[in-house]
Every structure is written in structure tokens, then in C-alpha cells.
């Protein structure tokens, strides 16, 4: 339980059972768990989403603030993704500095957002060079059961889509008043990423925590709902094929549509 | 978004003709390509690239005892990676310090490499390779590769193939082949791929950016023929410093002869070149 190797009996099980086209828990090679999605459950954050799919579960929190611009784009805002693996969600997960999968998942998740130019930054400066808006996007993931790049992705989706940001005037002596108002995020695109893993000759979503640690490696890929791609990753010490990547690209906008559909309807 | 997509493709389609990428390249077109193996004496190998304006130093320290031991693996050896910038090696100054970015190059850069090698003969072992970013100029993770394999193959550790790196992308409409520093920050989309050409897979594959499905696959095969042009570079580098052992006349043979003959042959070498 609390070591994260899978027993050598469990590995071979679950090898054998994907090679007949099935999964061990009973699913389709390329069939998602049930995804719950609860969206602006949170008072104090702009946006929030609260993701659960099979037993992972994540909580995606959206707060708008003030900040310094990058000195190359003085006039636009500044949009910043981080990813918390908390030590409850896993036996094997302990506090302090993030690990180096935790800056992976913040840093997918951001590449596709941002790729996709979700939100127009130019439209978030307030003072130029001074002042502009800033976005935080934290993901806090509260149990661990693998594909964590989708469920946080599907949860930063849904929570910039129902945030509602709070309104800055600027004086005529160009200092920053909060005021009453809140006004909804302008979302140009849903971007929704999709992993596909390799395991032996099959291509799965949405894997286990056990199925993740067999895999031999995988693909994610973020789509937009026009069907342009937005981001890929690969991970994992094996090579693909050029066949491969291009049925992964085919599965992952198939399934990237379907997602949407789920987020997208619990407006 | 579909409109904007639309508006590209169309001005692509009247601007082929006129179009010149910013550096004068043709689309498929490489940038300059110097690589050197065996440039710093302490290390087991070590190689130094300039691709473009890039200048980047690979070294290889192993197979050698894991430090901290606990890391290690009982039943293979481990390759670790480590991409690093020069405070100086890009505008503004960075921190030397290393960045969230750095470590996730750092990360899909090992698992680019690691297919090429045989872990499972190096238990209890650590292969590093330190790169150092000395000027970045855009395409820096995949010039990094294209020395880390020249290094590895230096320090005569046996590689199933060379892993040869590039990007391709999309800038003003066009799809590009190994985008620069410009190109890169202005463009529409960039993928870096590595790509081992015997064994015909891809081991590095990232994207960002805004692309159609068909683009991004047509990328990915442009990306892969610069890969394969790179090969050849690389395999040139390690001629010019292995080739006068054995005379290498045909090319076949000086494809094996990297992964065999430097296990001897180099302590001799390195002593003569001091």
C-alpha cells in the first residue's frame, strides 16, 4: 500500500487483460471513467471546478488579482497555472517542493490553455508597465487514481469558464480601485487535453493509477473544439511511431469532443 | 477562432510565392550545423554544437556509481539528464537558478535519450549528462539532444542508434523546418521531435501553438526529415574525431564503428590530442 510498485503477478494481469481489448475494471480500451463535475462551488475564488473522475479527484481554483507585467509585454496580463499534489491524495505523496510531475501537469495544462489563447491577455492591462490583472489557475489534486493531465485540464476548463472576475478602476492618478462589479471571463477557446497511453501493442485513455505505472509511455494532447491541436507531450523512456502519434491525434479529438460535451453542459 | 484559421490559410495560399523566411532559409531548410565531439577533457564524453546562433555543451559522466545511492535502481542503470542555462545565454539575464521550464526539459529530454541506450546492463549504475546552454537562439532543447547523443556515443556507451532532434512549425502561415530564436516566439506553433532513424521512432514530441490536425501531422514529418539530415551530421562529428582508427571507407560500417571502438580507443586518443 504504501510503496508505489505494482506487484509483478497485478502487472502481468493487467497486460494480459488490455491485450484481449478489455480493462480490468471492466471498461473499453478507449472508454473514459464517469466524469462529476461541480463548477463555482467556492465563494472567495473567481472560479472554481471541483473534478472527479473514477476515484481521482481534483479541485481547480481560479483567483484574479493585481500584479507586475513581464517586461516584454508591459500592457498584458499575466496567467499562472500551479500544481499541488497534496499529501492526502497518495501514500506515496509527501509535503514540500513540488515534484518534477507536479511541474509537468502545471506546465501541460498551462501550454494548452495559453496555446490556445483562451483568455486575451492584452485585454487584463490595467497600468502599462506597472499594473495589469493577473490569473492564478491552481490545481490541488485530493486523491490520486492516474490521468491527472485530464482531469486537471477539464477542471481548469470549468472553472475559467464560470469565473466571474471582479473589476478594477484606475484612477486618473493611476492607482488601482476594486470595485463592486464582477464581470465573466471571456473565454475564446475550450481547450481539453487527452492522454493516450502505449501499453504493449494498445493504445488506452484514461488510465488507473496502476494502469500508469505499467504503461510504457504516453501522449497528451490538447484540443480546442474547432479541432486545431494546441499542445502535445510525450513522456515515458519509449518511442512512437509515426502511425502511432497519428492515431493518438485521432483518438484524442475524438474524445476531446465528447469531454467537452460533458463540461460544457453543466453550465 | 475558425475565422482567424481561415484568414491564415487563405493568405498563405496568395503569399507562397513572395514569401522568405526571416533568415533568408527555404521552408525545409536547416540552419547551420557544426558539431565537435571530445571538447572537454574531464569528461568520459562530451560534445559541443552550434546550431544556428545556438552554442550548447553536452558532457557525459558514467555508467558510474549512483549519488544518492537511493535513487539508484537494483535491476538497471538510470540516465539522468540535466538541461541548464548560462545566466548569460539569453536576454534579459536569467537566474541561474534552475526554472520550472529547465526541469521539464530536463525530463523530456531523458526520455528522448533513453530508448537509445541499454539501462538494463548498467544496475545500481548512473549515466549523467550535463547540458549547458552556453547562447540560446531558439530550438535549444532539440540542439541539446543532437549533442547529448554525440556525447553518449563519445563516452563508447553502446546506443541502439544516434537520437537526432528538430523542430518544425508554423510561422506566417507556413510550415517551417527548425525554427530560430524569432520564428519560434512570433510563430504560430512549434514542435520539437527527436527521432531514432534506424529503429524509425520518435522519442521527443511536444507541441504548442494553434495548428489543424493535418498541419500538425505534416509537421511532425517535416520535423522527422530534418531529424534524419541531422543524423548525418552527427555521424560526420564522430568520424572526424573516430575515423582515422579504422578508416572509415564505407558508410555502414562507420555507423557501427562510434559504438565500438571508442571503449579502447579513446583514453589513448585523449592523451594524444593533450
Known amino acids: 500500500m504504501s510503496n508505489n510498485i505494482v506487484s509483478r503477478l497485478k502487472r502481468k494481469k493487467i497486460t494480459d487483460v488490455i491485450a484481449t481489448g478489455k480493462r480490468m475494471d471492466g471498461r473499453e480500451l ?47 496580463g499575466v496567467m499562472m497555472v500551479n500544481a499541488e499534489y497534496t499529501p492526502v491524495a497518495h501514500p506515496t505523496w509527501e509535503p514540500g517542493p513540488p515534484p518534477e510531475d507536479a511541474i509537468e501537469l502545471a506546465r501541460v495544462v498551462d501550454r494548452g490553455l495559453r496555446a490556445a489563447e483562451i483568455i486575451d491577455m492584452d485585454k ?10 493577473m490569473i492564478f489557475v491552481d490545481l490541488y489534486v485530493l486523491n490520486y487514481d492516474g490521468n491527472l493531465i485530464d482531469a486537471c485540464s477539464a477542471g481548469a476548463l470549468a472553472a475559467l469558464n464560470t469565473a466571474e472576475a471582479q473589476k478594477f478602476k484606475v484612477s486618473k492618478k493611476g492607482e488601482i480601485e476594486k470595485t463592486d462589479k464582477t464581470e465573466k471571463l471571456k473565454l475564446r477557446a475550450h481547450p481539453l487535453s487527452v492522454t493516450v497511453c502505449k501499453m504493449g501493442d494498445s493504445l488506452i485513455v484514461d488510465p488507473t493509477y496502476d494502469e500508469e505505472e505499467v504503461k510504457d509511455g504516453r501522449i497528451t494532447i490538447t484540443v480546442d473544439e474547432n479541432g486545431n491541436l494546441n499542445a502535445i507531450q510525450k513522456r515515458g523512456p519509449i518511442g512512437f511511431t509515426l502511425d502511432e502519434i497519428k492515431k493518438c491525434i485521432n483518438i484524442a479529438s475524438e474524445k476531446a469532443a465528447e469531454i467537452r460535451a460533458v463540461i460544457l453542459a453543466g453550465e | ?62 555508467p558510474r556509481e549512483m549519488h544518492p545511492k ?26 541561474p537558478a534552475p526554472s520550472r521550464r529547465d526541469q521539464e526539459i530536463s525530463m523530456v529530454m531523458t526520455d528522448a535519450i533513453e530508448p537509445a541506450l541499454f539501462l538494463e546492463r548498467y544496475p545500481r549504475s548512473v549515466i549523467d549528462v550535463f547540458i549547458e546552454i552556453i547562447e540560446a537562439d531558439g530550438g535549444t532543447r532539440c540542439a541539446s539532444i543532437n549533442a547529448a547523443a554525440v556525447a553518449l556515443a563519445d563516452a563508447g556507451i553502446p546506443m541502439k542508434d544516434l537520437v537526432s532532434s528538430c523542430a518544425a512549425g508554423k510561422y506566417d502561415g507556413n510550415l517551417i523546418l527548425d525554427l530560430g530564436d524569432h520564428e519560434d516566439k512570433k510563430g504560430e506553433s512549434d514542435i520539437p521531435v527527436a527521432y531514432l532513424p534506424k529503429i524509425d521512432q520518435v522519442t521527443l514530441l511536444q507541441m504548442e501553438g494553434i495548428m489543424t490536425q493535418e498541419e500538425t501531422e505534416k509537421c511532425i514529418e517535416l520535423a522527422i526529415e530534418g531529424c534524419k539530415q541531422i543524423y548525418e551530421i552527427q555521424k560526420e562529428a564522430l568520424k572526424k574525431k573516430y575515423g582515422m582508427v579504422e578508416g572509415a571507407e564505407e558508410k555502414e560500417e562507420a555507423e557501427e564503428e562510434p559504438e565500438e571502438a571508442p571503449e579502447e580507443e579513446e583514453p589513448a586518443e585523449e592523451a594524444e590530442e593533450e
Open chain 1, 124 to 133: 487584463l492591462g490595467l497600468v502599462s508597465g506597472e499594473k495589469v490583472q
Open chain 2, 70 to 95: 537511493r535513487f539508484s535502481k537494483p535491476n538497471m542503470g538510470i540516465l539522468r539528464c540535466r538541461y541548464h542555462m548560462a545566466p548569460f545565454s539569453v536576454d534579459p539575464r536569467r537566474s
Open chain 1, 30 to 76: 478507449l472508454q473514459y471513467r464517469d466524469w462529476e463535475i461541480k463548477t463555482n462551488f467556492l465563494a472567495k475564488s473567481a472560479g472554481s471546478a471541483e473534478v472527479k473522475l473514477g476515484k481521482t479527484h481534483v479541485v481547480v481554483g481560479v483567483k484574479v488579482g493585481i500584479g507586475h507585467p513581464f517586461e516584454d509585454t508591459p500592457d498584458a
Open chain 2, 1 to 62: 477562432m475558425s475565422k482567424t484559421t481561415k484568414k491564415k490559410t487563405t493568405k498563405r495560399k496568395t503569399s507562397k510565392k513572395q514569401w522568405a523566411r526571416v533568415d533568408g532559409r527555404k521552408p525545409d531548410e536547416l540552419r547551420p550545423i557544426h558539431i565537435e565531439s571530445g571538447v572537454i577533457p574531464n569528461a568520459d564524453g562530451s560534445a559541443y554544437i552550434e546550431m544556428g546562433r545556438n552554442k550548447i555543451i553536452a558532457g557525459v559522466y558514467g
